[in-house]
């Protein structure tokens, strides 16, 4: 057995959460090592270079908020920040708080086994290093493990395959390509329009429609940034408490869009719509738990679909007829305009599947479709999926992919019954990608933070979460999700997008009440949890 290196901390993923929480560790004064995959930090941003590729949260709320003189003197340039922007954000923070000494890139950690003789993980890594630990953090991302399909073929294409998410780093170029891609989602509708504009013929292979609003972006507003920018903290506690579903600092209308008549609520609707982004969808409070409400949401973009797109065969395609705002919303810049170009035919593999990927393209049901390149836009195995790639071993040996054999179960989001010491900044069971990531992660990472220090300072060993406390809190999740409309399609909140993932309702809708329910927590004495 390889010597380990012992430390207070091992932090796995160097992405946004990561690199606040190695921060963290060192402002405590831990001994502490983040271990990356990737050839470099940024987690997300670092891997997902598609075309097209932004974020779709107002930069001005997508940043870290816990420095302020850097969130006053950084710039974003457009209301969304591209891909390479936010990863130049990420490598200056980096580099102003000297995080990249403490960080082993290029590293896959391949287990994390709990000793309970010297309550300490052993964490190991495909290339044989090992660290010995009191503390392990899985910082490593929501939405992060690729999904990629298995097609008959796949391995037969002549040309390239690339997932939107494991994109070249050196880009590609599409000109003089007939390309084909898989896939509608956010990846997929941000790629779509770019990749048409370049290829000589785009074939998009379309399993189910998508609820798309327009993104609306343009140049920061300077006026706006100035307002926020002279009360930054105050406007980043406000965010926090309106960070419900929508996403956005810009507050829900607080009406059903039962109580108002038609002509209002079109009215309503089509400014919301003019604004862009996540606030659409705060056009009125109920359109997650009120069917009429949501219909009536619905109908107002179907027409809107029907409005832009040109040929109605094509129109009639795009245009979902499930719940509005259950899949993960997204956001475009001209989608559905896309499918009015002569070089772009929509596919539907819901009416006629893919049945193989054969040397010079793509065969369904119907029809073989020519094409030299492939992009696989089909999303990742969310929440759980690069939790479980990790061999995690807690009490007694107890496997987390066993004890997660039917979905995940923890408390509060932040540790599983059997693991202790082991915290999941965002996981299952916590507002992760209900609320707006950076919102979600910093509140995170402090309160394992202020969890890890209070525990040092009162020399505790261990702590753990209780079987009674977990086995509640996973009953409060599911009661949530199911007062909603989330339960009601077929999205990767509940694994509906991976073959045999179980089905369970992984993010807690709500974010405010949950950072009181933490707080609670923590007033209480660390209440639900044992402390040993
Ligand atoms: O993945 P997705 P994504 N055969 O799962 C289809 C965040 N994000 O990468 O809907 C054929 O949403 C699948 O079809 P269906 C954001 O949280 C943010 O686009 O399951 N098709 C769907 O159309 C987002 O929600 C940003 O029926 C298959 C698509 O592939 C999350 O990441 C940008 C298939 C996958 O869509 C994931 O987004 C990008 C198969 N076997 C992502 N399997 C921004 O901030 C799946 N599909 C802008």
Known sequence: MASAENLDVVIVGAGISGMYMLYRMRKLGLSTRVIEMGADLGGT??????????????????????????QQEWEWPERYPTQPEILTYLNHVADRHDLRPDIMFSTRVEAAVFDEASNRWRVTTAGGAAFSARFLIMATGCISEPNIPEIAGMETFEGPIHHTARFPHEGVDFSGLRAGVIGTGSSGVQAIPVIAEQATHLTVFQRSPQWSVPAHNRPTDPDLVAEIKADYAG????????????????????????????????????????????????????????????????????AKIRAIVKDPAVAEMLTPDYTIHCKRPVLDSGYFETYNRSNVRLVDINAAPIQAITPRGIRTAENEYALDIIVLATGFDAMTGALLKIDIRGRDGLKLRDKWADGPVNYLGLQVTGFPNLFTITGPGSPSVLTNMMVAIE???????????????????????????????????????????????????????????????MPLPNFPPYVEKCEAVVANGYEGFVLS
């Not at 891997?47 to 949260?57: E, L, V």
């Not at 507050?251 to 209002?264: I, T």
């Not at 077929?490 to 045999?500: A, R």
Request: proline fraction near 4%.
């Open 45 to 70: 941003w670092y891997w997902n270079r598609y075309p097209g590729a932004r974020c779709d949260t107002d930069t001005i709320e997508y940043s870290y908020s816990f420095d302020e003189d850097l």
């Open 235 to 302: 406007f980043r506690a406000r965010n926090r408490l309106e960070s419900g579903a929508q996403l956005s600092h810009i507050p829900a209308n607080d009406v059903s869009a039962l109580e108002v008549g038609e002509a209002e609520r079109q009215r309503i609707l089509e400014e919301r719509w003019q604004l862009g982004g996540f606030p659409f969808f705060g056009a009125f409070n109920d359109i997650v738990i009120n069917p009429e409400s949501n219909k009536a949401t619905a109908d107002f973009v179907r």
């Open 443 to 505: 509140q995170h990472v402090e309160w394992v933070t202020d969890c890890i220090s209070y525990m040092v300072e009162r020399e505790h060993a261990c702590i753990e979460a209780s079987a009674e406390a977990q086995a509640a809190w996973v009953a409060h999740v599911n009661e949530v999700a199911s007062g909603t409309l989330w339960v009601s399609c077929h999205n990767w909140y509940q694994g509906y997008n991976i073959p045999g993932k179980p089905r369970v309702f």
